[in-house]
Nanobody, 126 residues
Framework: QVQLVESGGGLVQAGGSLRLSCAAS????????VGWFRQAPGREREFVVAISRSGGATTYADSVKGRFTISRDNAKNTVYLQMNSLKPEDTGVYYC???????????????????WGQGTQVTVSS
């Protein structure tokens, strides 16, 4: 089992920045790839970005490329999502999820993930 807890969400103006954290406990964190997803009201949960077990490989949704950066610190059992140049359309609940098979081609698909956090709200005002 892996327990995931997101933090760092909040209210920010368009153009601003936030850094989200996903802290893990339980099984060895470095054995999981980790993804971030977001869900806006009335919409499907969508893929944002994922990172491999070692941090050497990442995949970004086109909508966040160049603005968001994912990183991880396995010694601290934490994955970070640095979000810059935020837009109102980035608003939503952000979830991190752990993938024990770590098959990169499947990272954009929420069904691929084994464990989920409870989410943290990000609101970007215009």
């Amino acid at each position: 089992q892996v327990q995931l807890v997101e933090s760092g969400g909040g209210l920010v103006q368009a153009g601003g920045s936030l850094r989200l954290s996903c802290a893990a406990s339980g099984r060895t964190f470095s054995s999981f790839a980790v993804g971030w997803f977001r869900q806006a009201p009335g919409r499907e949960r969508e893929f944002v970005v994922a990172i491999s077990r070692s941090g050497g490989a990442t995949t970004y949704a086109d909508s966040v490329k160049g603005r968001f950066t994912i990183s991880r610190d396995n010694a601290k059992n934490t994955v970070y999502l640095q979000m810059n140049s935020l837009k109102p359309e980035d608003t939503g609940v952000y979830y991190c999820a752990a993938d024990q098979r770590s098959r990169g081609i499947l990272w954009p698909y929420k069904e691929n993930y084994d464990y989920w956090g409870q989410g943290t709200q990000v609101t970007v005002s215009s």
